[in-house]
């Protein structure tokens, strides 16, 4: 499989705060990448690097194409509607055709299952609805790398799984994504591969079935026993 990102060596401070320390990584196109680590480990914060918000003081990202990054806050503009919100970037920043634009958001909203609310405002919308117009916003633009930073941290547990869902469908579709979450069972599910940071480095990096059964740092086992009330299998 081909590399679509790259980081070596990446450092990032705050003022003299190390927040990532000598950070390398590399994903293969189609990859699906989870990221766990406590809070303040660095995890939004990489993901930030990597979609090229952040500058850095050491090391490199080289990425092949774009991204496109989801957050816990959906941020939709509350005064226009889910297709306007849709065909905004891609119309207006990549100068596509509305016609074509207007066409792909409702296959997409198809597929997320919102077809019936493409006129309606985020307003009128529930919380896993707004998260998953927010996926397919990312998704029209065409990204070769998808970045999630804890897309389901705000939901309501029983809209947590239509999200995820949506997730997962991605990830059938070869999609190569970045995932930082909390849902472990979820994370076990779709990882290829699963990064463990803590404190600004990489931990471990190895398989989620690994990771789960068999995690070889005190610390994973420390982080994961926090999670052992939900069986994650
Ligand atoms: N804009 C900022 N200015 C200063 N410190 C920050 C900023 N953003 C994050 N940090 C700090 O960087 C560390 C990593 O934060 P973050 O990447 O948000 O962690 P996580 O997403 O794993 O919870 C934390 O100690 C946080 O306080
Ligand atoms: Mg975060």
Redesign the pocket.
């Known amino acids: 499989m081909d590399e679509i990102l790259k980081i070596e060596h990446l450092t990032k401070k705050?003022?003299d705060?190390t927040?990532?320390n000598d950070i390398s990584l590399t994903v293969k196109k189609g990859e699906v990448l989870v990221i766990v680590?406590?809070?303040?480990?660095?995890?939004?914060?990489?993901?930030?690097c990597i979609n090229n918000l952040e500058d850095i003081q050491d090391g490199k990202v080289n990425i092949e194409g774009k991204t496109g990054m989801v957050f816990q806050s959906y941020e939709l503009f509350p005064h226009m509607t889910v297709l306007q919100n849709l065909m905004l970037a891609p119309v207006k920043v990549q100068k596509r055709k509305k016609d074509e634009v207007k066409k792909e958001a409702e296959q997409l909203l198809e597929r997320v299952g919102l077809s019936s609310k493409k006129d309606n405002y985020p307003a009128q919308l529930s919380g896993g609805q707004k998260q998953r117009v927010a996926i397919v916003r990312a998704l029209i633009m065409h990204p070769e790398v998808l970045l999630f930073?804890?897309v389901t941290a705000a939901l309501d547990p029983e809209m947590v799984r239509e999200v995820l869902d949506v997730i997962l469908d991605l990830a059938k579709q070869d999609k190569t994504m970045l995932i930082?979450t909390h849902e472990m069972a979820f994370a076990r599910a779709i990882a290829d591969r699963v990064i463990f940071?803590e404190g600004?480095s990489i931990i471990e990096d190895t398989t989620p079935a690994e990771f789960f059964d068999a995690p070889r740092s005190e610390r994973a086992k420390s982080f994961l026993r926090t999670f052992e009330f939900e069986k994650v299998h």
């Open positions: 705050y003022d705060i927040v990532l680590g406590p809070s303040g480990c660095g995890k939004s914060t990489l993901l930030r930073d804890e930082v940071l600004g």
